[in-house]
DNA sequence: TATTGTTATACTCTATAACTATA
DNA sequence: TATAGTTATAGAGTATAACAATA
């Protein structure tokens, strides 16, 4: 393997001095970069797992909101109805999340943790939030606060101290 | 077409009732719905256009470092070199940024905007940054700052002020 | 008619590894 | 031996549209 062996602006001494001008005052692009720095910090951390990322989260959230319908936490969590079907499956089938059709709605579809879907959180949870908060370590606590608070206002959630 | 027509946490009213607990203090988690939430919003106001916005951000990034090496840049972006290539040459063909071997290294190729790319630049370059911000228009002057500085330090580029 | 979810598929983006040329 | 870039391809992630069932 050539090519992109160094995790870029971790090592590499001299890559602060290049310039982006204007560029650096896009926060979209800012905004970008920065998420792709956080994730491929955490997925080092992470390392192999038998359990995707983005399939623990929607356990979680089920969890957090047993009965919640499929397409509302595809809305929250902005993953595609037709890509939610695929992962909700793959949750069931390793049965850590049960479907379940409503009597006053049969076209929906709601959601909630199993028993091992519950385990499965109390095993891995601590590891994931201790990761996320690592990849994101360059930051001060007071400067966490701060991005939550960003980025839940940038998706149009609610400042916490309302809820 | 079905499914997923709804901007999500823009129009549907009871979205922010849903909680996710612990989980919304993953600054992962939402530094990446923030993400998507940007950029869904800046697509949206920015429409078809002949140039992909991965391709403006390298043409510009050119022009404010004309002679940089294309894997710099490729770093910098996070991009990886096997598809800053193709990103390349694809603004090579267009006639937008100019390849050069440098003697005292011909291992390398250096990159500079042709005359062509600085006109795409002054045509372009105005509309992106205004949409940029309007896609960010939830935010204060002051929280763009917030966020600019947050997103620079998670990327490990010094601060604005130290430059 | 509108909504919820599913299916199939296309498309884009990203990642991986082997390769060439140069240092 | 190491580095810069290229090529080809695999793989993941995402998007699109047609569809069935229900409201």
Redesign the interface.
Known sequence: M???R?P???E?P???Q???????????????????????R?FALFGESEIKISEF?VL??V???PG?RQ????????I???NMTKLVRTLEERGLVARHVPRHDRRSVVLSPTDEGRRQIEKS?EK??RL??E??S??TDA??D???A?????????P?SE?
């Open positions: 050539a090519g992109a160094k870029a602006a971790l590499e001299g890559l602060e290049v310039g982006l001008g204007a560029l650096e005052h896009s926060a979209g692009l800012m905004l970008r970069i920065a998420q792709l720095t956080a994730f491929e955490f989260t979680m959230a969890a957090e909101n919640i397409g509302v936490l595809a809305d929250v969590l902005k595609k109805w037709s949870g994931m939030y996320d908060r990849a994101l360059m930051l400067e966490h701060q991005l939550i960003l980025t839940r206002k940038i998706a149009g959630w609610p916490i809820r």
